[in-house]
């Protein structure tokens, strides 16, 4: 019913920028929130930053200042900004979201959580 669809991720050298976006389709009513998790190999998949419907963001420390994450609630599309990336890095982010859909048929909604496929961010030193 949902689809989450990345683009952007890609082979940048230290210190350079890339720009992934995440798009959501289907039947949604409302996207509650958006963003973006990390999972370098051996390792759990960590938050790397969230923005809410109301413009609300948290980012994980290793990041702060670095990456900035935004939304286009009419696109139900979220981007995220990568700048001076470092080596620890490269991971595959994953897309995440919280969305509300709408079954016609019955008139019902649900709230559930959606994930991307993952795109591969690979940072070189």
């Known amino acids: 019913q949902v689809q989450l669809v990345e683009s952007g991720g890609g082979l940048v050298q230290a210190g350079g920028s890339l720009r992934l976006s995440c798009a959501a389709s289907g039947s949604i009513h409302s996207v509650n929130a958006m963003g973006w998790y990390s999972q370098a190999p051996g390792e759990q998949r960590e938050l790397v930053a969230i923005i809410t419907i109301g413009g609300s963001t948290n980012y994980a420390d290793s990041v702060k200042g670095r990456f900035t994450i935004a939304g286009d609630n009419a696109k139900n599309t979220v981007y995220l900004q990568m700048n001076s990336l470092k080596p620890e890095d490269t991971a595959v982010y994953y897309c995440?979201?919280?969305?509300?859909?709408?079954?016609?048929?019955?008139?019902?909604?649900?709230?559930?959580?959606?994930w991307g496929q993952g795109t591969q961010v690979t940072v070189s030193s």
């Open positions: 995440y979201a919280v969305i509300t859909t709408r079954t016609y048929a019955t008139s019902t909604y649900a709230t559930s959580t959606y």
